[in-house]
């Protein structure tokens, strides 16, 4: 049975404790007031009601927090071999950004799942970067993988295969089910988390880039403000205008069927996981 790729883990920790460990003196700042809204002093903590994982981290020896921690490894069963090889722990969160939209959430993952679209809808943003006509796809449980070809992929001609970076010439879709994307792209990481907002037809995402090494030089800088001003601009000039007509489209009630995803098996993937995890699947 595959549960959620969301994970809320909770260190439980009581105030008192973390006073004592607190090596930097924030928390006898906030209780000065030299600090204000610090989470535990003047702001409140709502201890999680159902975390996936709660460490105890008094009272509590180090195996048995790290028999809790190795549950999370079920959720990623199957792409964690991926994710292991990407050295994640060495890369830096560059950016974070807040976008809202008026489109049902699951239509805003929609947007990453199929890569035709790229040549017409895309054509002077991505598609000169990426092959619109090849992908690989493979479904991992509820969670999936997508590959995305980059067009320096003929570079690879004419090498021995042990010499092939596949990672260097592809953008590497995975979706963390329910509502996280996760692409790797080649010299950087993208994710968006991707949440309902206050009504059915509207959703929230916090888009993040994190690049190989801290950036701090000024051209670094402005390399990835470019990339992300890139991604933005494709999303919300491109992606979400072309979703919205087709969710206007859905409510119309024109036709009574859709016929959905039939040659994308992403799409389909994910769309198939959802009843299922729900307790509607077939
Ligand atoms: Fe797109």
Redesign the pocket.
């Known amino acids: 049975m595959w549960a959620a790729c969301t994970i809320e883990a909770f260190m439980d920790t009581p105030i008192e404790v973390c006073e004592t460990r607190d090596t930097k003196g924030m928390y006898a700042a906030a209780r000065r007031g030299d600090v204000h809204n610090f989470t535990g002093i003047d702001d409140p903590y709502e201890e999680p009601l159902r975390p996936d994982v709660k460490l105890e981290t008094v009272g509590a020896t180090a195996l048995v927090n790290a028999a809790a921690t190795t549950e999370i490894y079920t959720h990623l069963a199957q792409m964690a071999e991926d994710l292991e090889a990407f050295g994640l722990e060495d890369y830096s969160h560059y950016e974070t950004r807040i976008l809202r939209t008026e489109l049902n959430w699951k239509l805003v993952i929609d ?2 799942l199929e890569t035709y ?2 040549s017409v ?2 054509k002077t943003t ?1 598609a000169p970067i990426l092959h619109s006509n090849l992908t690989a796809f493979d479904g991992m449980g509820r969670n999936l993988r997508m590959i995305g070809v980059r067009k320096t992929v003929g570079a690879l001609r004419g090498l021995p295969e042990h010499d092939w970076d596949l990672v260097r010439h592809s953008a590497l879709v995975y979706v963390l089910f329910p509502n996280t994307v996760f692409i790797m792209q080649g010299d950087h990481l993208e994710t968006w988390r991707v949440y309902p907002g206050k009504s059915v037809d509207e959703a929230v995402m916090h888009v993040s880039l994190y690049t190989p090494e801290p950036t701090v030089t000024e051209k670094a800088k402005a390399h990835w403000d470019r990339n992300m001003d890139l991604l933005m601009a ?2 919300t000039n ?2 979400f205008p072309l979703a919205r007509n087709i969710q206007r489209d859905f409510h119309s009630g024109a036709q009574a069927t859709i016929t959905f995803g039939a040659n994308e098996p992403a799409l389909a993937h994910f769309h198939r996981s959802i009843p299922d995890a729900v307790g509607q699947g077939a």
């Open positions: 947007t990453f679209h790229l809808l895309h991505i494709t999303v491109e992606d």
